[in-house]
């Protein structure tokens, strides 16, 4: 099974400031077919998850563009150019390549400064 | 408006049993691959079990392997996981989700709690 390591677990970060999450997994990610399945999903308090990223950097209907992915491989990373409120909850990197079983990293709760 | 609504959930003892339901809409069920995926309470996410869009394919997590059973009713608009031999380990938040490959978990439905305790 592909183990998804996320880093940092606890992301403390001031209002408009930049956050990076970083998602490394045991294996490289690139399907047979060429695409990698690396997702980021985000799960406010008290809500269902939500997925922001696909595919490694293709954001979602409706995610503001200050989300971006990007990586290859074995190395994803999920950034928020500038934190505003409303994007404090935990983030998942979840793969989709290697399966079944799904793996998902352990979860980065990002928290206002 | 695609929605998915689980239904189901509530208190069991150890050893019993459950059926949750996950109500489809907005979208042609039939053409879609789903997934459970579950949240013990304050713990991350996992996923339990797959199946395809014709309901012939099915996956398993290892934790629940030989105890669950997904299946789907298309006609009905909806996907259902049937929970034997339940443990305390099972409690958790139930999600259905839409999805697999590039569209994977794109959508999700609120969740059904599931509490296993005597």
């Known amino acids: 099974d592909v183990v998804m390591t996320q880093s940092p677990l606890s992301l403390p970060v001031t209002l408009g400031q930049p956050a990076s999450i970083s998602c490394r997994s045991s294996q490289s990610l690139v399907h047979s077919d060429g695409n990698t399945f690396l997702n980021w999903f985000q799960q406010r308090p008290g809500q269902s998850p939500r997925r922001l990223i696909y595919m490694v950097s293709n954001r979602d209907s409706g995610v503001p563009d200050r989300f971006s992915g990007s990586g290859s491989g074995t190395d994803f990373t999920l950034k928020i150019s500038r934190v505003e409120a409303e994007d404090v909850g935990v983030y998942y990197c979840i793969q989709g390549t290697h399966w079944p079983p799904y793996s998902f990293g352990q979860g980065t709760k990002l928290e206002i400064k | 408006e695609v929605q998915l609504v689980e239904s189901g959930g509530g208190l069991v003892q150890p050893g019993g049993s459950l059926r949750l339901s996950c109500a489809a809409s907005g979208f042609t069920f039939s053409n879609y691959e789903m997934s459970w995926v579950r949240q013990a309470p304050g713990k991350g996410l996992e996923w339990i079990s797959y199946?395809?869009?014709?309901?012939?394919?099915?996956y398993y997590a290892d934790s629940v392997k030989g105890r669950f059973t997904i299946s789907r009713d298309n006609a009905k608009n909806s996907l259902y996981l049937q929970m034997n031999s339940l443990r305390a380990d099972d409690t958790a938040v139930y999600y259905c989700a839409r999805g697999a490959w590039s569209s994977l978990w794109e959508y999700w439905g609120q969740g059904t709690l599931l509490t296993v305790s005597s």
């Open positions: 199946i395809n869009s014709g309901g012939i394919t099915k």
